[in-house]
């Protein structure tokens, strides 16, 4: 892994971020002394990798994005709009096939 600003190898462990998503490992530059979060792919997200993976494979299993939403709030206390879920699909469906 590189550092995402100066591109130097060189980088060390700087304890963990904490947010409502989970925790997440962050790292410091030697050379350039900032610090950042390796990419996942579910950047600036609101909710949870977990959340989104589940509404994406229940609507690709056939479930309509009424029946999607409408289970994400039964079942997980999660509120969102069907055009929340369908651009979830749009999105990461190419990564979790």
């Known amino acids: 892994m590189k550092c995402p600003f100066c591109k130097n190898p060189k980088i060390f ?13 962050k790292y410091q530059c030697v ?27 229940m609507h690709n299993d ?11 709030w039964q079942h997980d206390g999660v509120k969102v709009t069907r055009k929340t879920i369908s651009d979830w699909t749009k999105r990461y469906s190419i990564f979790l096939k």
């Open 31 to 57: 050379k350039c002394k900032r610090w950042f979060v390796k990419k996942d792919g579910f950047e600036r997200m609101r909710h949870s990798k977990k959340i989104i993976s589940r509404a994406i494979h």
């Open 62 to 72: 056939g479930l309509s994005l009424f029946q999607v939403q409408n289970h994400l």
């Open 13 to 25: 462990h700087q304890g963990f971020r904490y947010n409502s998503t989970g925790k997440k490992q």
